[in-house]
């Protein structure tokens, strides 16, 4: 039997008892049902199963679900408030055309959001180097772009 | 691909020789091999496990001499299945001069190729993962043969 | 395109997609979120060799592994039949197509790497990873090709024993007679060899499907990332596994990203329907990306030999074209019709060429099947017209625009009947190419070539001006063709009895919007609440029949089955109320959402005629059944044919030889649109495929057939910072023949945009004295670099 683990997800605490070797990913898509985090590769290059870990995105594929122990977790399901109320970066997202197909948003969203609290205006170069580690196949970035700037505007206002 | 070296050695000719048809050095020498079982004088089946990149395999080898020219040269070719990981081909042209006084050196030129996931992934990577697996070799050979009988005068 | 500040929810209005919610959450459905209970995995072994035998599979280890519920090879698939091919193409001699049997495991013989070979089933996917690792497969590689004129010669290795020389086809289209003759007469002839280089789509999504099996009804279940789930349930249920339709579900719920390679029906859905019913789980397999490098369908691939004729004042003569197309090695869904039927009739593009001839070999190599990816067969058509128009310019010393501007078909000589069969319905190219030029300030070009030349920078300015068939597709017309199906599509309103109204829809969404897009069109035509419109798709027992989405062709297409349902409805609705206001039924007329006396101020609410509907209580029972549903299928009268102006600048560094695309404008004419803001999304996302050919991708196998760029770290996917933002808009000229006037922008950018590209770079190494007529996709720094070096 593998070692308990205890981690905050999206508020709740949660205590398992993932396998050594499964990762962040795995453990939030198949053993919490967390299925927002998608899985769009294997060596760790598409950003699609960015969650934020203590606030800072994290590929959830290149981490240990035991490397997660004792943090905070937040997957896009947990994005929005309480009372459902979007997260201006969604919002911007989708008042921007910011996806098409969605499954490269989850990761898009979070890393924004991170990037947005390291940084509170960037450029549109700022933004699409951040970017680096996120494809997106449908929208040719464009409208991400747009989307994360209008996000950063409402946040810093 | 092609890579080749040299390598200077410490022992005779006719000794090193010998230690290059051994399959006990052989096993040691060999970079991750867990294996090395003789089937004949030229032949070994062996279960060797190689790192390329991100791929890490379990390969089964099989490993032939070819050309035998005693003590001078030989070819060495390798056929390694590494299951899903995909396979790896190589030859190496050995060739063994006499340097006199307990002293030769060892020249190699070989040529690797892989296929399924490793080509698919690692490809880059293979030249550099090959060059590292030849020198591992030689300079394990080299010092199993200074601590064996055959490096002795 | 003014995509915020239209705030109608009707058609026209820039209606912010209901999807988004959802997908914003993580709520979204994909194929990998489903999880039923009891489901096993499945993992495939997949051949590391580009060809060889198969001398024996030893399964005992991997079936004694733990958790393993069963091991399955080629010998246990004997009686599933072959994956099919939807499309048959006939060789100039009138003899059909090789079409070699594509097994579901490979049968004796791997004949590309990737090719699978066994089916491991466990209980969970670690599981069935581990044992699929101690299957043994005894191969005996055989010698493969990868090179289409090496595979091509007579002495070739063979991908299929029977097939001497690998020749799928050999196709031809036009009078060669009549282009032999304009050529003998020309006054200058342009001659270019290109490359349209091989592509792998990379939806972010990777493919993923399972089988379920209730062996008490007897009914299949598959859920895949399908982007028409009523072809595969077709495909498979009549083809491979001898289902029939009533007793297997097709469900694609949402599916993230396909470009063409979701179209078809792969070995893996089959196998997971089969293996479900086998081992009584359900049975599940997600790809791996890796996996879908060497397993989803590939794109492109074409070798091209063109030569242009002109006369003295720079019009075309005519045109010829003999290319190689890659087929890889096995016939996928679409594959024989796209270097053919999407290829040759669209070499006229915009221009009056007189005579054009075009042949078509189609090749088997040791590669992965190669098929539609976005754009299929008119990028292809695209880069060969417009890099030898460019060409053409510089050879004879005309300026780009102006050789084009020359041999475009005018305005009034619509419809216009091209060489290759296809009769254009409407447009009006030099309007889209005036308001491109303008836009992208073409005529101010030289004085950006001096500041980057003074900066160090050689600057470039590439034009495309293209045109695409979509709307596929007049069933009739492409059944003489060859297609196996018709390419309708069926949409059904049901009119619930509070008035809300279901739309089921056989066109699947995978990003495009259509659950916004269509509910414009029913509320615009219903005159009723948006958000009372909800839109069905992606699940063959909801939904009647559909053919999906590809081709530019769901709105177009579906969009008018959905018109057509909807004036069902109001014709009906007319009838109930002509009994209701005792009026007669050419009296009444359908306004603003109300069923009024022509006339009078007598109406009814649609709300009213719907709840008449289902409470007959004062209704034409004798001549009217209750109830308000109907459905329609549309089978479209001709292909739309969008078309646009492309204008391309690029700043080539000639230290590195890196292209950076200093600006982008894309000027398109899609007809009418209905929401301006997706349309505006599909544009941007096909220019960045189409930037992504140009300048980055490009699909590696070496001579051995081993797949060298199968993976993110190999294959160049365009990122956020390698493109720029596109300004984009739009003319319109609206289709002359469905009822909604649309054609369809999906395809667009990945057409229009590869050529502008490469002319843009081409022009940009010759204004910095670097005389090149030609540099193949992809325009990476180390082949512009040599390029630059040899002159
Ligand atoms: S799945 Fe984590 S980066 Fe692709
Ligand atoms: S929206 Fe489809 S991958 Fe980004």
């Known amino acids: 039997m593998s070692e308990q683990i205890t981690v905050t997800v999206n508020g709740d605490t949660v205590s398992a008892r993932p396998a050594a070797n499964t990762l962040l990913s795995t453990f939030l898509r198949e053993e919490l049902g967390l299925t927002g985090a998608h899985v769009g590769c294997d060596t760790s290059q598409c950003g699609a199963?960015?969650?934020?870990?203590?606030?800072?995105?994290?590929?959830?594929?290149?981490?240990?679900?035991?490397q997660a122990a004792g943090t905070n977790v937040t997957t896009i399901e947990g994005l929005a408030g309480d009372g459902g109320e979007l997260h201006p970066m969604q919002e911007a997202f989708r008042d921007n055309h910011g996806l098409q197909c969605g499954f490269c948003t989850p990761g898009?969203?979070?890393?924004?959001?991170?990037?947005?609290?390291?940084?509170p205006d960037p450029s549109e170069g700022e933004v699409r180097s951040w970017l680096e580690g996120n494809i997106c196949r449908c929208t040719g970035y464009h409208n991400i772009v747009k989307s994360i700037r209008a996000a950063a505007k409402v946040m810093r206002a | 691909m092609d890579i080749g070296g040299e390598h200077q050695i410490p022992a005779a000719r006719e000794a090193v020789w010998r230690a290059l048809n051994d399959a006990d050095i052989l096993r040691r020498a060999i970079p991750g091999c867990e294996e090395l079982e003789k089937i004949s004088d030229t032949e070994f089946n062996a279960r060797i496990t190689a790192k390329i990149g991100p791929v890490k395999a379990r390969f089964k080898a099989r490993i032939q001499l070819e050309d035998m020219d005693p003590p001078a040269s030989y070819t060495l070719t390798g056929e390694g299945q590494g299951g899903v990981a995909?396979?790896?081909?190589?030859?190496?042209?050995?060739?063994?001069l006499d340097q006199g006084e307990g002293a030769s050196v060892l020249k190699y030129e070989a040529e690797m190729r892989v296929g399924g996931k490793i080509a698919q992934v690692g490809s880059r990577l293979v030249r550099g993962a090959a060059r590292k697996t030849a020198a591992g070799f030689f300079a394990n050979f080299v010092a199993i043969l200074g601590e064996s009988a055959y490096g002795k005068p | 395109m003014n995509a915020n500040t239209t705030t109608t929810s009707g058609i026209g209005g820039s209606v912010r997609r209901r999807e988004d919610s959802r997908f914003l959450q993580g709520r979204g459905r994909y194929t990998d979120d489903i999880n039923i209970a009891g489901q096993a995995y499945a993992v495939f072994v997949r051949s590391p060799h580009a060809h060889a035998r198969i001398n024996g599979i030893d399964t005992a280890a991997a079936t004694a592994a733990e958790g393993v519920v069963a091991v399955f090879t080629a010998e246990h698939t004997k009686d599933i039949g072959g994956v099919p091919t939807g499309w048959q193409v006939h060789s100039k001699d009138g003899e059909p197509m090789a079409e070699p049997k594509h097994p579901v495991l490979a049968e004796g013989m791997a004949r590309h790497v990737g090719d699978p070979v066994a089916m491991v089933i466990a209980a969970t996917r670690r599981q069935a990873r581990d044992a699929a690792e101690l299957v043994a497969v005894d191969y005996d590689p055989q010698p493969a090709v990868v090179d289409m004129k090496a595979a091509l010669a007579a002495d070739s290795t063979k991908v299929h024993a029977d097939l001497p020389g690998n020749l799928c086809y050999d196709w031809e289209l036009g009078d060669k007679a009549a282009v032999d003759e304009a050529f003998a007469g020309a006054a200058h002839v342009t001659k270019l060899d290109l490359v349209n280089n091989r592509l792998i789509p990379n939806a972010v999504e990777p493919r993923c499907a399972i089988g379920d099996f209730?062996?008490?009804s007897g009914e299949h279940t598959l859920y895949t990332t399908s982007q028409n789930p009523h072809v595969i349930r077709l495909l498979m249920g009549a083809f491979v596994l001898s289902i029939p339709e009533h007793k297997l579900r097709v469900?694609?719920?949402?599916?993230?990203g396909g470009f063409g390679s979701k179209i078809f029906h792969y070995a893996e859905e089959a196998l997971v329907t089969w293996a479900a019913?086998?081992?009584?789980?359900?049975?599940?397999?997600?790809?791996?990306?890796?996996?879908?490098?060497?397993?989803d369908a590939h794109g492109r691939d074409h070798v091209t030999h063109a030569e242009l004729a002109l006369d003295a004042d720079g019009k075309f003569l005519a045109l010829r074209c003999s290319t190689l197309a890659n087929m890889g090695a096995y016939l996928s869904t679409f594959a024989p019709c796209i270097p053919t039927y999407l290829h040759g009739t669209l070499l006229a593009g915009q221009y009056v060429t007189?005579?054009?001839?075009?042949?078509?070999?189609?090749?088997?190599?040791n590669t992965v099947p190669v098929d539609a990816y976005r754009g299929a067969g008119r990028p292809e058509a695209t880069f060969i017209l417009e890099r030898i128009v460019d060409q053409a310019a510089a050879e004879t010393g005309v300026d780009p625009a102006e050789l084009r501007r020359r041999n475009l078909i005018k305005p009034e000589q619509f419809p216009y009947q091209t060489p290759v069969a296809l009769q254009y319905d409407t447009g009006n190219y030099e309007a889209t190419l005036d308001q491109a030029l303008k836009a992208a300030d073409y005529a101010g070009f030289e004085s950006r070539r001096k500041q980057s030349a003074a900066a160090g920078k050689l600057r470039g300015v590439?034009?495309?001006?293209?045109?695409?068939?979509?709307?596929?597709?007049?069933?009739?017309?492409?059944?003489?063709?060859?297609?196996?199906?018709?390419?309708?599509?069926?949409a059904t309103i049901r009119v619930n009895p509070t008035g809300s109204v279901v739309v089921l829809t056989g066109s699947h969404a995978h990003g495009q919007g259509h659950e916004t897009t269509f509910a414009q069109v029913v509320s615009d035509m219903l005159g009723i609440d948006y958000d009372a419109v909800e839109i069905v798709h992606g699940d063959t027992a909801k939904v009647p029949f559909g053919m999906g989405t590809y081709g530019s062709r769901s709105i177009a297409v579906g969009g008018a089955a959905i018109a057509k349902a909807v004036d069902k409805i109001i014709a009906k609705g007319k009838k109930i109320a002509a009994h209701l206001l005792e009026a007669g039924e050419g009296d009444i007329v359908f306004e603003n959402g109300a069923f009024k006396v022509a006339g009078t101020d007598r109406e009814k609410s649609f709300g009213d005629i719907a709840l008449t509907a289902y409470v007959p209580h004062q209704y034409p029972l004798e001549s009217l059944e209750p109830g308000l549903e109907e459905t329609a299928f549309y089978d479209p009268a001709n292909f739309t044919y969008p078309a646009g102006t492309y204008v391309c600048e690029v700043e080539v560094d000639p230290d590195t030889g890196r292209v950076t695309v200093a600006s982008f404008h894309a000027s398109d004419d899609f007809g009418n649109l209905i929401n301006p803001m997706i349309v505006e999304g599909q544009v941007h996302g096909g220019l960045a495929q189409g930037i992504g050919q140009a300048l980055l991708e490009n699909c590696v196998y070496d001579a051995d057939g081993q797949l060298l760029s199968g993976s993110y770290m190999d294959y160049c996917m365009p990122r956020a910072d390698d493109l720029p933002s596109f300004q984009v808009d739009t003319t319109v000229t609206a289709c002359t023949h469905n009822p909604l006037g649309v054609k369809g922008c999906g395809e667009a950018g990945a057409i229009g945009a590869p050529p502008a590209l490469i002319n843009a770079v081409v022009n940009a190494l010759n204004g910095g004295g670097h005389p090149i007529a030609h540099l193949d996709m992809p325009a990476t720094p180390q082949k512009v670099w040599a390029a630059m070096q040899s002159n």
């Open chain 1, 49 to 66: 199963c960015v969650v934020l870990v203590d606030g800072k995105s994290v590929k959830s594929c290149t981490m240990l679900a035991h």
């Open chain 1, 108 to 119: 898009m969203v979070l890393s924004a959001v991170d990037l947005v609290s390291r940084n």
């Open chain 2, 86 to 96: 995909g396979f790896a081909k190589g030859a190496a042209k050995v060739r063994l």
């Open chain 3, 214 to 216: 209730d062996s008490v």
């Open chain 3, 251 to 256: 469900v694609a719920p949402d599916v993230g």
């Open chain 3, 277 to 295: 019913a086998q081992v009584k789980k359900p049975v599940k397999w997600t790809a791996e990306r890796s996996e879908s490098f060497m397993s």
């Open chain 3, 354 to 365: 007189p005579a054009i001839y075009c042949e078509v070999k189609a090749v088997f190599t």
């Open chain 3, 462 to 490: 590439g034009l495309s001006c293209y045109i695409e068939a979509c709307g596929i597709a007049p069933s009739n017309v492409v059944g003489s063709l060859g297609a196996r199906a018709g390419l309708y599509e069926a």
